[in-house]
């Protein structure tokens, strides 16, 4: 039976369960041997039972073929496969944010701007997937995620079938595959031809909702559902909102054609005709969380048509490892980051991470970015991120961290020369110099002769660094020469500075 602990290939293991779709289960887990979070899918118990075992292991195994074909961004990548006992399973990128259906649950109908950039996103995954002879055939709300910087992720082409084979039919109980409220005329009828066109109109329902709130067409069961799609008259978004563009409301009527050769050619036709309503500054969602929370440290991303408001939807799902889902007490705090500590001494730098950032995801909005306890877990979140080689997100997290330990005990306090020196870097390893060099000088003007020698010397390296060799060995000439009028000529510093200088030396000389 699996559970949080489960290990997967003596390489996986199981945190917490993530949901459960038409194939399998989902778990998020942590890959050990390169420390990083991962979700990993295995085929639903007892399907094999209900139909023919061959065609089900066949189609869990064409799933994981499928996705790895599709080198987008906006698709999860696979990792890995295989067996375990007697399930399969799929190991893939574990991807953050919020579902589609959450995402309307929680905002009701959204921003034009937004609709248009979510759905140019979801068109640019499915022109990749058609060139590709892929069809999704199972696009809804629920296989579409919404992430923390905006990006949006297809999910679940474990029902797509490939154009070329003669499988279009494959079901796993002797149901069409697809979901009845998104489902396209002819793929409700069990045609042998559906093709690209059907995933349009799914789109088409999909963006629907997104402008409304409902699907096109409701029914009270799948056969009800199933007759609005080949029988009712199309819906006019217009109808719902009057701030729709006329284009746009004709766009969407065009998607849901009952024919398929009424609806647009391709997926990339339609993603050039989004574009124009995706403007450059998108508009705060209606229920976002009103700022940006350090907790959940991403810097201020772009989509393709511009930058987006930060932190509005994003969702964090509980750790079973972290505090229980209950309104965490400070307790719990400190509980998570001796537990971040603790797989921080076995080098999963990752795992740690993940477990601080899911504590103060829940924790900061209660306490207080601010609070000492917050401070101090935010602290070591961005620790572990340097450790774990995500400078880019350390760097934006100490930035962050300045501001706040600034503000609650003042610039001189040492947390905040401390993550200052880190800010530098964090910059140095991401070859930002210039930049780090300025934070440093910033530093050593503030700082006695003797706080200052260790910023001269990582100055001096990152100096080297960008090839300006004969710069370094002055400036470290200098600092020696400062270093023994202050201390004399024996202590352990001065000597490493001087082995620095020496293997800058040789390492010229064999350049």
């Not at 994003?314 to 797989?343: E, F, G, K, T």
Request: hydrophobic share 45%.
């Amino acid at each position: 039976m699996l559970q949080a602990g489960t290990r997967i290939a003596d390489r996986y293991e199981l945190t917490y369960p993530v949901g459960s779709g038409g194939m399998g289960h989902v778990w998020a887990g942590y890959d050990e041997r390169l420390d990083r979070p991962v979700a990993v899918k295995f085929l639903k118990p007892g399907l094999a039972v209900e139909a023919d075992r061959h065609d089900v292991v066949e189609r869990f195994q064409r799933e994981a073929r499928i996705t790895a074909r599709l080198d987008h961004p906006g698709v999860p990548t696979v990792h890995d496969a295989g067996v375990f006992g007697d399930d399969l399973y799929i190991v893939m990128q574990l991807v953050p944010g919020t579902l589609f259906t959450d995402l309307v649950a929680e905002n009701g109908p959204l921003p034009v701007p937004w609709v248009a950039a979510i759905g140019a996103q979801i068109c640019s995954v499915l022109a990749a997937a058609h060139a590709a002879s892929l069809v999704h055939r199972d696009l809804k709300p629920n296989n579409l995620i919404l992430g923390p910087t905006g990006l949006v992720k297809v999910l679940d082409f474990g029902v797509a079938a490939v154009l070329d084979t003669d499988l279009p039919k494959l079901t796993v109980t002797g149901e069409t595959i697809g979901t009845p409220t998104y489902m396209a005329p002819e793929q409700a009828l069990g045609s042998s031809s559906v093709g690209p066109r059907a995933d349009l109109y799914a789109l088409g329902c999909v963006l629907y909702e997104l402008l409304v709130g409902d699907p096109p067409y409701l029914a009270d069961n799948a056969l009800g559902m199933l007759h609005q799609h080949l029988e009712s008259p199309i819906p006019h978004v217009a109808d719902s909102r009057d701030d729709v563009p006329a284009q746009l409301d004709k766009l969407i009527v065009t998607l849901l054609a009952k024919d398929p050769q009424g609806r647009p050619d391709s997926a990339a036709v339609v993603y050039r005709q989004l574009l124009q309503w995706a403007s450059a500054e998108l508009p705060d969602l209606a229920k976002a969380p009103p700022e940006h929370s350090a907790a959940d440290p991403t810097s201020p991303h772009r989509f393709p048509f511009g930058p987006l408001p930060r932190d509005t939807i994003a969702r964090a799902r509980p750790a079973a490892s972290a505090a229980p889902a209950s309104i965490p007490s400070l307790n719990d705090v400190h509980a998570v980051r001796a537990q971040a500590l603790a797989l921080a001494d076995d080098d999963r730098f990752g795992q740690a991470a993940d477990a601080l950032q899911t504590m103060l995801r829940r924790a900061a909005p209660i306490y207080g970015q601010r609070s000492p306890e917050i401070l101090e877990a935010r602290l070591d979140y961005a620790g572990m991120l340097m450790l774990a080689g995500d400078f880019r997100t350390a760097l934006v997290t100490f930035e962050q961290l300045i501001t706040d330990l600034t503000a609650q005990y003042g610039p001189e306090h040492q947390a905040v020369r401390e993550c200052r020196l880190q800010v530098a870097t964090c910059q140095a390893e991401l070859g930002e110099a210039t930049e780090a060099l300025r934070t440093l000088q910033d530093l050593l003007r503030e700082s006695p002769d003797a706080e200052g020698f260790p910023l001269r010397t990582q100055m001096a390296v990152i100096t080297a660094g960008v090839g300006q060799v004969d710069e370094a060995f002055q400036q470290l000439d200098a600092l020696l020469a400062d270093m023994r009028s202050m201390f004399g000529t024996d202590p352990m510093e001065i000597a490493e500075v001087e082995a620095l200088r020496d293997h800058l030396r040789r390492l010229a000389d064999e350049g």
